[in-house]
């Protein structure tokens, strides 16, 4: 820095002229303002200072806050439990009926069972009928406590969260200090709800769910009311939502001279309600409006509709019928008596039991209980993360390495049943009943992200590239990266010969594991140090200053309110949208403290300097500006929705020790600095700011703001120090002021001191020192401090311009691992971006999302033509005025405009390539060289009202500063004026002709269209040749690569298409029409951009009506996410990390605080047991805190902090809540949970063939005119014991690589006649061949006992017939029931590995199946065997009856060979199923699409 030091030093001199007489002009009006900036505004530093004295009165302790809330919060819960438990038994009895998918069991199970009951009772069968009452009781005891747990649910949720409420009120919160609240200066995030609020004495900036009726808040400006208040001192009230600004009135017009503006004040007010509760009503109220699940409407299609509804109706019309045959004397022979009882009532009834509910909801509710257990023991227990090496950052990770070993993943069932036997009570954490997570994890086809900063990114925007002007003159240079330019001139190697001026471009890469970890792609950046070491010192003294970030925060809040006005000027058709983006743009979190680590500096670099003052500078836009500052959108077609940057900067005035040197360095938008600029460093020495040099950085700064956060800095040395009210908060007293420039319009002030710079030919030469920094900084002539608007405005003139950085947000790596991973899985990872396209769709590429063609959607409404025409007349008569009113210019000379002429007829100029360097055209250098020598023949003692340098035939710029001052008689202002002033009214607009065509190098005009549109009033066609030419050759100027490729990483350039072209909806409101006339591709795109919450949640509604089973991830800690999260299937919230202000500070600290619940605990407990030890422990062990490297999932609350009490209350309708750094891994909780739900519909698939099964038998026996072979009570039994117990063994699914590559596409959820036929052909085939082996025996057995009835010589040959046929009917139905289990069990080991043949994967592993087959068939074989040993009189029948039962016995390994036959066709259906289904998951054509 001292050869910096050295060179800056010259430009000093433009700016020692002395200012006592502009100081005491403006002394006045700068001293009301800074009292008013006093009297009103409330710096949260001075009131925290002063809190214990003044300001005790404002605001609330933390115990009384935590009070109110607790009771408000119960106030609610209370009025709508009594409105519950208001409700009379007879509508909570019909609530749990009512809807289909939520009850397993309906009004017709219920009647038919109650008719089956009856049925059996008339026929004289007492126990059956009792069996069925008694299992009917059950259900509905079981289901009415269900549904009414279901109805409580989010009460007994909210219940736990005031228990915690009150334990932080009664005990905890003593301990809370101000660290444990985010800090005050946090930069602001969509993500996080926070406000400053009086807490203790003392301002915290509180959670948005943690404010209570009574609170004093500081309403800053810019900033969106939390609910509805009024100010402590005006009683000037807010709404909810309010966004506190300035009036136009109140500001005033934009000032024609640099005004000192006083800050919008910091209001105190009063919060009028809770503004927690009307989430909280919101939660109550809709907790149970949630879709059914894909598994709850398959079950009502399958069970109900199918077996329970068609099955009933079916099997009893055709008993009935074929009875009535019997009864006639139409039906086949048998001995059997025909008696209508037996034959109209039991043989039905028989056929219809296995279709009845029995113990079915039961086995639904308590397995789907099992499944939410499992998966919350695998939440809570502890897992093997594998070690991720952080010793080598910036490689890639494996894709395919899992974040679990699934393998190594243990249960213990003792856990797993504790936590059922919790659920089975009530416990309500994860929501089991209103929100059941497995069933959607299990079926979940869309992921959406409705929050980006802190969850899918890091919280803070990191340095992404680094621009600055760099010499290469004295480089060797390639002919293959040089300018090609065409002239027909002789000043073609003069060209050459000054090309060097380069706009040099490092980019930077950011570490995938650490939140502000960079480094230089380019091995050599060192080569460039020294242009970089300016720029390092620059961020640390400025950007990354703690003395500065109070400053910056309440700055910002300024400018915020201040850019609402300009709502004409920025074309925004949504001014919330306009108001979001700006402040985010403000405060985007601007810490760049490891770029400068990188560059070189430590962290003792700033210990010599001293912080003197900070001064603060903004303008307005023009709306000739905007639509400069958007010629690159608008080729983009998204001008309507690009928001330009609001001009602002913040200089801080250093003091360097030992030495007293004083310097300034501005840190701000790049427009802004490079007003301000004449000069940049080239790494060497100082050169002049050409136009072409300003049109490089311009360009760059324009298309790097489209995508990123861009930054300029410059710096000079300064002869004096600032004090007063424009110094910031340091030397002012606490009065601060913020100095406003006029709007820049297209005049520019072009004046050179000649002692400045020295042109030759259009040549830059160095600069020679012929001042030396010793003698500005200690010259006798020494002026004193400014403390005057004219003194600090020409503080910021002559600096000079140092670099660029750009800064965006970069995508975690767990994101990105997980975004690949879903896409395996056929699982949607859509992103709800609040952001625009552009930036929506750089940050989507970063993630890995497809962001091409048909792949993105914006959800802002297109606004109305007519109000669109209304909104543009306004800037396009200012800007024709100003057209008019702007063709004069200040260097203004004959010859100038003679030789333009000349060279713009002789020297046509023509661009081939993108180089390194760019030559610039000759005629705009001695354009400009004539105009400065015309500058330098006017003296200020020819005309001392006018500025230096007015031109004798042109327009005079003495409005410039008006009134006249010491400023305007002395000083040379130059092009470096942060603000280019225009005043209409002492304007006189000159003739066309007289306009100078060196005005074109303004940066205004620097564009293709600003010169169409600039044409009207430049008939001259030569004119708009030139600058065509010009803005031709200086289109790209960057010498990386990278800037070059289509790469996503790179955002400055826009070289590839980012507009959607694709004819797809844009606005909410048109997604519907778009589905219903035109495709599906809305339901396919991954990224829906210019989102706002009802917006979003309007979108979720629309893929869950189109079959989407939809999860929610977003932020706890915002105030807009309850909507969303209650319309979702089911939601987690994150809290995300929160931005930091930077690198060195913390976001928050809860050290002091740590573990305070369960110290709590245990020192409540004056003896604790070993069993208090061990689960203490365990809680330990679960959150990590014994040091062990197995952690959690989601880690057992014991620190109770503000943030958590946060989360607690914003996530209530969320069935996961946990923190960002949590290991929490969704494709672990996915995997788990699709194998859960694919073992629950196996079991239901099992039970429902079963059942049909049986009564299909049944059926058939009646219209064979044969008694029923299962009998009510078997039929009873078998459907209740081992049946369901074999289904429940077969829920058990061996853990699977490919169970995460199958497609989840939209499951059958209504009738469908190829689907039906479908599914009767498959498992049809599986159990056909036991009914029909079963009955064919059957009608053996029977056949066979005609026979032995007539060889018997019995005189009374009827009683024979009958007590033969019932001892054949007794035999056939003892072996029967062995014979059906037999049958059950070997086709049951199709439904052990459904994906695989039985030669493939052994059926055996499944444990618990293979010991239920196993202990059912010996027990009922054994049963078997003893009745037929233990009766002598069935041993005489066994030897003739052994081809029966040896078919009704040998037959079941043929049901196994076509069960396993079917199974094969099942899978090659399921193979080419799923080939389509991930086709059509991969497909984005639309109306052109196969599908």
Known sequence: MPKLNEAVAETTAKCSSDKETAAAASSATLAQTAEYSHTHSHSHSRMSSTAPKENMQH????????????????????????????????????AAFMNQYDSPLGWLSIGTTLVTSGALLITGMCWPAICLLAILLLDLCVVIRESNLRRTEIYRKTRHALSELRLAEQHLSDNWHVSNYPHLSNPMSPCVSLQWTYRDGHIVNLPWALL??????????????????????????????EIYGASSAQLGEPPVKPTARAPIPDLVCCLESTPYLDNLRLCLQNSLNRPPTIYNQQRYLLVTKYIQQWGFITALIITLFAGLLRLHGYGLATDEKHNWRHVLIASPAAAVIPLLPLVFPLLWIYMNLWGVARLQCFLKTPQAILEKTTSKSFEDLDMDTPAYDYDSISLLRSNVLRIWTQLWKGDSELLPRSANLVQVLGSISALCCVDKKGILSWPNPTAEKVFFLHNTEEEPQDDGSQLSMSTESDNVNQENQERGIVAEVLDLTHDQHCPFRLEFDDHEWKAHIKSLKPLGLAILLNTCSPLTHEHYAQFCGHVSAV??????????????????????????????????????????????FALEGQLASYRHLQPDVVRRDIRFARQLQLSTKVKVPFPHSLSVVMRENPGGYLSLFTQGTADIILDCCDDFWDGKDLRPLSPQDRKRALDFYQRSALTSYCTAFAYRPLRHGIHGALSGPLHSNGQIAYLELPPESKLRMQHVDKSHCDFEGGHHVKLSHSISTDSLLFSESKDEDCNDVEGCFEMQCHQVFIGMVTMQYQAQNDIVHLVERLERACIRFVHFSKENELRSRVFSEKMGLESGWNCHISLLSEPEPEKEREREKVPTSSKAKETESATGNCKSTTNAGKLNENNTNTTPVTTSTITDTVAIHPSSVQVTCDAVDAARTATPTDKPTDLVGDPEDGPK???LLAPPNNLESSKTLSCSAPGAISNPDEFKPPKIGDSQENDELDSSKDSDENAALALESEPN???????????????????????LTESTDQSAPINFDMSNRAKLPRGIENIRPHLEQVDNVPLQVSLFTDCSAEATRQMLDIMQSYGEIVVCLGSSASNDNANIFLQADCSIAVEPLYPQVCQDVDAYTEANIIHNKLNFQRQSRKTATKADESFVSEQLLECGANGSGARAMQSPAHTVSPIYLSRLLNSLPCSIAICRDDPLSLVAIIELSRRFSLGLWNCIQFWACCAGSISILNVLCACLSLPPLITPLLGIYLMCIPVPLIGISLAHIDLDPKIMSRATSKKQTEYDSSAFAFVMWCYGCKFLVPVIAMLLAYWMFMTQSISVTESTAITDLESANYANFYQCLHIVRCCALFAVLLHFALVSITFVHRDHALWQRNPFRNHIWAFTCLGLLLLHGFICSLQMLLDESLQEYLLQLWLPILVLFSSSLLSLFISELAKFQENKVNTRYQRRARLDFGTKLGMNSPF
């Open 59 to 94: 605001g609330l302790s933390t115990k009384v806050a935590l009070s109110r809330l607790h009771e408000e919060i119960e106030k609610v819960l209370l009025q709508h439990e009594r409105e519950h438990d208001a409700e009379s038994c007879y509508c909570k009895f019909r």
């Open 1021 to 1043: 066609p030569d004119r708009h040749k030139q600058r065509h030419s010009l803005d031709s050759a200086m289109d790209e100027n960057c010498r990386s690569l990278s800037t």
């Open 212 to 241: 209570v009726r009574g609170d004093c808040i500081v309403l800053r400006p810019g900033h969106v009311s939390p609910g509805p208040c009024h100010e402590l001192q005006s009683r000037r009230h807010f709404s909810t939502g």
């Open 957 to 959: 710029l003495s409005y």
């Open 563 to 608: 850019a609402m006005l300009d709502k004409d000027l920025v074309p925004v058709t949504n001014r919330y949208a306009m108001f979001e983006s700006s402040t985010k743009s403000l405060l985007h979190g601007r810490c760049l403290c490891e770029l400068a680590k990188q560059i070189g500096f430590t962290n003792h670099a700033t210990d010599r």
